[in-house]
């Protein structure tokens, strides 16, 4: 199936193509066009990767070989909110996996599975080690984390979801 | 003078949320330097900053004023690009720079772009950092409407551009050439160098990358001059430093400090000492990336030259007999590194943290260099088994062989990051790796 960005990111990728004059190519504006197909597709399936390539006049492939080599894009639908924990070694000598483990249980999730509301990321480090355990969720920082804070974190995302695409 | 503790120049404005808008970061003296800078010839720019003996802040620590001297005079397109990607665990120094003052950022690239003749500069933050990202887009935003960036900045004849690039997660482009990469919208993978980014970097023009804290003291040593930033300092380093306090501190947090400050003042007069009445078993002095330090060496200060020479430090070892070369006959101690201070007392489970710390560059290799893309595996393999009590006899030996094949036999430093607190754990710490496997042969 053939996908169109909107009006508004066609804008926003047209005012991006103006920031490079010294590139030869659109190539430069390649992270935020799959940052913006993944905010309005959901995921980076083939079609919004084909999407992608059309725009910049980019080969298929080179599209494909940079999506699948960042982290924060993905080739599967994912939760509202991604919940980045990190696990470290700053956060790791603060009882960053048992932070994780919280956040497992209490999500009936494995770190790196979604469900509807809810994408888990076991991640490296988000640098806040100084307020160690922590993760980040879009705009949204939670620094010095125990366990016992897990459910009222999830809670508050429920109630106030901080979506990654926010800010893209 | 050498700067007491307390003295702040990056982080002065810490604290004061009012001071991340234009009208606030002016009312507090802001882009007052921006004006005598623009007036001044870019080569002068370039020599006050030799002359403050500012070193990267990113990691590397190399002379900021020299960098940018390796820009061939008759380049016609010069880019500036500012290095956002922090991503070095234990590190988080610029990330709050960034949220707290944005436009000290934003002043330090122009008058840097100015010395630079650079036109079209950008700053590649991590994209995992989206706070940060609104912030300083935010700030980047407002300079544009008040003419301190555009075609003719300030009436000034001078034209400076700057764009946020956001990054979509990759450490490797904290690395200068994946970063470069990164930003022409490739896959992040490391360049081989040289040519180094000074002569050929960006769109194949010649191109400075500098950390966030970097080009934030910009506008103070144009401010005070490179003579009383350099007096700040010690040694060959000027200014003052800002390091990442993590681990089992009292009081973690991010503090800027005296460049000769020792890391036992570090620890025990600034973070309050460690938890619970125990005591400092090993310190990462500089992000995981650089050798340890074990409690006997805690009276070095945190400065980029003392730690990679002061003979109080003992030198990472291949094997027992053999120090590991790092060229020239130079044996490696280890480095200032980012700032990212880890401190682990002496309960941790060293052999546990080293295998975190593998984790890390395993997950994190580009996969470029076979060395790295299968040796960094190998090296979470095994000391996994080790740190969970299944590994095999010879393990140490096999792990200091591993890592003593990656370094020095990659493209860029990701492999030698990942090999070097490998090795100078197994040196310092050998006797917990033991322990572990004394367990399993008695098992």
Excluded at chain 2, 161 to 183: F, K
Aim: proline share 5%; charged share 20%.
């Amino acid at each position: 199936m053939s996908l169109e960005f909107s009006a508004g990111a066609q804008k926003q990728i047209a005012a991006l193509c103006e920031r490079y004059p010294d590139s030869p190519t659109k190539q430069p504006v390649v992270l935020a066009a799959l940052h913006l197909a993944q905010k309005e597709h959901g995921q980076l399936s083939d079609d919004a990767l084909r999407l992608v390539a059309r725009t910049l006049e980019l080969p298929y492939a080179h599209v494909y070989g940079v999506a699948t080599f960042y982290t924060m894009f993905r080739r599967q639908p994912g939760g509202t909110n991604t919940i980045r924990v990190c696990t470290n070694i700053s956060c790791m000598l603060r009882r960053g996996y048992e932070v994780l483990a919280a956040f497992e249980n209490q999500l009936g999730l494995k770190a790196g599975q979604s469900n509807k509301d809810f994408t888990l990321i076991e991640e490296e480090c988000i640098a806040a080690c100084a307020n160690a355990p922590c993760a980040v969720v879009g705009t949204k920082y939670y620094l010095d984390i125990t366990p016992d804070k897990v459910p009222q974190i999830i809670a508050e995302l429920k109630a106030k979801p901080h979506p990654e695409s926010e800010v893209v | 003078m050498p700067a007491a503790i307390g003295t702040k120049l990056v982080t002065q404005r810490f604290g004061d949320e009012s001071a991340k808008t234009l009208a606030g970061y002016e009312r507090t003296g802001g882009y007052a330097t921006l004006r005598k800078a623009l007036a001044m010839r870019p080569e002068d720019i370039t020599a006050e900053v030799k002359a403050s003996n500012l070193r990267g802040r990113g990691g590397a620590g190399f002379s900021t004023g020299v960098k940018w001297g390796f820009v061939p005079r008759d380049a016609k397109k010069v880019h500036l690009v500012c290095n956002a990607d922090e991503s070095e665990p234990g590190t988080c120094k610029d990330r709050e720079l960034m949220y707290w003052d944005p436009h000290l950022l934003i002043e330090g690239m122009i008058a840097s772009a100015h010395a630079l003749k650079a036109v079209h500069n950008y700053i590649y933050i991590r994209g995992e950092m989206m706070r940060e990202y609104l912030v300083l887009q935010k700030a980047v935003d407002e300079a544009y409407q008040k003419g301190y960036l555009g075609k003719n900045i300030l009436g000034t004849g001078i034209e400076c551009h700057l764009t946020v690039h956001r990054g979509a997660g990759a450490y490797i482009c904290g690395e200068e050439t994946a970063l470069l990469n990164s930003l022409e919208g490739q896959r992040g993978q490391p360049r081989l160098k040289p040519p180094f980014p000074a002569v050929k970097g960006l769109f194949g023009n010649p191109t400075i990358v500098n950390n966030v804290e970097t080009l934030m003291n910009v506008p103070l040593i144009l401010d005070k001059g490179g003579a009383w930033f350099n007096e700040l300092g010690m040694g060959r380093s000027g200014g003052t430093r800002v390091v990442c306090v993590s681990g089992h501190v009292e009081k973690p947090g991010v503090y800027e400090l005296p460049m000769g400050i020792t890391f036992n003042q570090m620890i025990h007069e600034v973070c309050g000492g460690v938890p619970r009445g125990r005591t400092v078993k090993a310190v990462i002095p500089g992000g995981v990336s650089m050798p340890p330090l074990d409690a006997s060496e805690l009276d070095v200060p945190c400065e980029f030259d003392a730690l990679m020479t002061d003979e109080r430090i003992k030198p990472v070892m291949v094997r027992e007999g053999q120090t590991f070369d790092l060229g020239g006959g130079r044996v490696l101690r280890t480095m200032a590194g980012s700032g990212g201070v880890v401190v682990l007392d002496d309960e941790t489970d060293i052999p546990k943290a080293v295998w975190r710390i593998m984790k890390f560059f395993a997950h994190e290799s580009c996969g470029q260099c076979t060395p790295c893309r299968e040796g960094t595996g190998w090296l979470e393999k095994v000391s996994r088994r080790v740190a969970d009590g299944s590994g095999n006899p010879d393990d140490i030996e096999l792990l200091a062989s591993i890592a003593h094949g990656i370094a020095g036999n990659t493209i860029c430093a990701l492999g030698d990051a990942a090999a070097w607190p490998m090795l100078g754990f197994l040196t310092k710490f050998r006797a917990d790796f033991e322990a572990k496997l004394q367990k399993v042969r008695a098992a």
